[in-house]
Nanobody, 126 residues
């Protein structure tokens, strides 16, 4: 049984930082694409960052590059999203997702991820 549990969402002021955590229960953590997506009401689900667990290679959306960092604790089957210099436009529900195999290098699509967490809300006020 696959389970992804996010935590760490909160309400903060612009410029502040947050760290989101995703604890995964998977058959194996090896050879997985782990991702953070976000979605706001009325907007499409957006891939924020991905990490390929076998190699640690990462991908970032242009909107968060140089501000967000995705990382993993392989032994704990946990991934993190360090979010710095938060902006009001980062306000969203953030979801952890998992897929088998390497991550796509471009056009990361939510439809390719069969496993999802319940989400954690991030609200950034100006």
């Amino acid at each position: 049984r696959v389970e992804l549990v996010e935590s760490g969402g909160a309400s903060v002021q612009a410029g502040q930082s947050l760290r989101l955590t995703c604890e995964a229960s998977l058959d194996t953590f090896s050879d997985k694409c782990m991702a953070w997506f976000r979605q706001s009401p009325g907007k499409a689900r957006e891939a924020v960052a991905t990490i390929y667990t076998r190699r640690g290679t990462t991908f970032y959306a242009d909107s968060v590059k140089d501000r967000f960092t995705i990382s993993q604790d392989y032994d704990m089957m946990t991934i993190y999203l360090q979010m710095d210099t938060l902006k009001p436009e980062d306000t969203s529900m953030y979801y952890c997702a998992a897929a088998h195999g390497p991550c796509a290098e471009i056009d990361v699509d939510w439809i390719d991820f069969p496993y999802w967490g319940q989400g954690t809300q991030v609200t950034v006020s100006s």
